[in-house]
């Protein structure tokens, strides 16, 4: 689906694995319209779907909470500025139905809490894709002597609800959702229907953070799943109870206060941002690391979302799985944090601005099997969603230095899978064929294109780190990664250039990368290094190759 045309300047930036700030912003804005368009899916497909699938009592929920959401996107965003009208063509008018207001008003009357000043709402209407007035920057100026050339200045606040909508543990989200609740899943069956009825439960529990960010008062009950209540940005409420537990929340004036069966009421306030605070022990807010920059906003370290790595699917290829943080690994992640932005500007001023610009979530792993452990070495492994947009899943970064490599790497995958959204770059099948120096196993094109795409931005950012480094050792070290990334695009370069199933779009961007790795050869590594790359690559031939012959009688 083609929503924003991609002019040539900016496929060119994106095949130099560059982006400069409108064509950064021109793939923020796309995928922002197709997350609000893919909720907008959701919804249809809830009314839509069999009443054995999805009962009526659901899909009236369903409703509600999306008259919630509507109403939280009419308040004025933190930060300044007045809501935008955003009409009604999104999702219709939903946001004036008459039953879901009057269940809505019932629950504000019963929080007895005031409503939000009506000079900061908008007029009334539902969810619109993305408007035209978050596409201009309106966040901190940013100081030209302390900036990097690359800095995107935030978006324009987002209402409380598009803040939470567009959030990219909400995609994963979504996409199980349309999974469940489409033809294609088939007669219902008891687990099915549970768990349908914990994701359409965690919308409600979207809305419920949404609507309190945005000062709503409210009265509305929530289900907790296997004894967690997960209020997305808040925190968990671990209930008193084992399994699927109801828990009443109530908001007034910044304060929710949450009430379970056979336990005290637990009061929570929030903080601005990210958690929330109580003093009770059932409660674990969410943690957010300060910004990359000065001026820029927190950057959420997720690792309560339930959604946060794939459920009842095939793994990522050697990721590990989710993790709940203690506090001394936050600091080994603060520590590594604190020193990327530096990190990441040895390898050029561009890779701050994008990390700047597309990074919305960290979303904490397992060390892999084999490390030490708490990022100390050993080992990491890290990885992207693609419809969880803007979230960079890892292990403990064990160094400023490699978590800054870690983000080079995994805001490629994130560039390439938005442009691919935009356009169609090949259309070469899944066929699993190819050889790839940086896996054992045979890749097909679109996952070869990916890897060498990612490879060759981290050629580049260990190249400039050489070329400025100060100490011999970081020097050395620098070289032989670029060594290594140089020699592993340039076997597979040629397989890419050659297909037939390039698209005319798709060469210039494949024609963008062989420039870039030319230039990367006018400023060759050390003979050393140099040769130690190409052994290496030429005994990962060899063991795939070895893989590929198959004994025969």
């Not at 909470?65 to 219709?92: H, I, T």
Request: charged content about 20%.
């Amino acid at each position: 689906m083609t929503l924003s045309p991609v002019p040539d300047r900016a496929l060119a930036e994106l095949g130099r694995t560059e982006g400069g700030p409108d064509t950064l912003a021109l793939l923020l804005r796309d995928q922002d319209t197709r997350r609000l368009l893919m909720l907008r899916a959701v919804l249809d497909a809830a009314e839509g779907a069999d009443a054995k699938v999805c009962s009526a009592g659901a899909r009236a929920r369903v409703r509600e909470d999306w008259a919630l959401l509507a109403e939280a996107d009419r308040v004025a965003p933190a930060g300044g500025g007045a809501a935008a009208d955003r009409g009604s063509a999104f999702p219709g008018d939903l946001a004036a139905d008459p039953a879901t207001a009057s269940a809505r008003d019932t629950a504000r009357d019963t929080a007895a809490g005031p409503t939000p000043d009506p000079a900061a709402t908008a007029p009334a209407g539902g969810l619109t894709p993305y408007p035209a007035a978050t596409a201009a920057a309106a966040g901190p100026t940013p100081n030209p002597t302390t900036t990097p050339a690359g800095y995107i200045p935030p978006h324009a606040p987002l209402s409380p609800a598009r803040a939470r909508l567009l959030h990219p543990l909400v995609g994963p989200w979504a996409r199980r959702c349309l999974r469940e609740l489409g033809a294609a899943a088939g007669p219902p069956t008891a687990e099915g229907s549970r768990e349908l009825g914990h994701d359409l439960a965690h919308f409600s529990a979207l809305a419920a953070v949404a609507a309190a960010r945005a000062g709503i008062s409210y009265a509305v009950r929530l289900s907790a799943r296997d004894g967690a209540l997960v209020l997305p940005s808040l925190g968990v409420l671990r209930t008193a109870a084992p399994g699927d537990v109801p828990v009443d929340v109530v908001h007034r004036r910044g304060s929710l206060t949450l009430r379970q069966p056979g336990a005290a009421d637990i009061t929570v306030r929030l903080e601005s941002g990210t958690g929330a605070w109580s003093a009770a022990p059932a409660w674990t807010p969410s943690y957010a690391l300060p910004g990359l920059l000065s001026g820029a906003g927190p950057m959420p370290l997720d690792d309560l979302d339930p959604y946060r790595t794939a459920r009842g699917g095939s793994r990522h290829h050697g990721l590990s799985g989710p993790t709940t943080l203690d506090d001394a690994s936050r600091k080994r992640w603060l520590h590594s944090w604190s020193g990327a932005a530096a990190a990441l500007g040895l390898g050029g001023e561009q890779r701050v601005g994008e990390a700047v610009a597309l990074l919305r979530c960290l979303v904490p792993l397992a060390d892999p099997p084999g490390s030490a452990g708490g990022g100390r070495g050993g080992g990491s492994c890290s990885g992207t969603r693609r419809e969880a947009f803007g979230a960079v899943l890892s292990s403990t970064p064990p160094t400023p230095a490699t978590f800054a490599a870690t983000l080079v790497h995994e805001l490629q995958h994130t560039k390439l899978a938005a442009l691919s959204d935009m356009l169609t770059l090949h259309h070469a099948g899944p066929q699993q064929r190819y050889f790839a120096p940086w896996r054992p196993d045979p890749r097909p094109y679109d996952g070869l294109l990916q890897g060498a795409y990612s490879h060759l931005a981290l050629a580049d950012f260990f190249q400039r780190c050489a070329l400025t480094a100060t100490r011999p050792a970081h020097r050395e070290s620098a070289w032989t990664l670029h060594a290594r990334y140089q020699e592993q695009v340039g076997a597979v370069l040629p397989t890419l250039v050659g297909s037939g199933d390039l698209t005319a779009r798709g060469r210039r961007f494949v024609d963008q990368m062989v420039a870039v790795h030319e230039r990367l050869g006018e400023h060759p590594p050390p003979r050393g290094q140099a040769a130690r790359a190409r052994a290496y690559v030429a005994a990962a031939r060899a063991l795939w190759a070895g893989r590929r012959i198959r004994p025969t009688g």
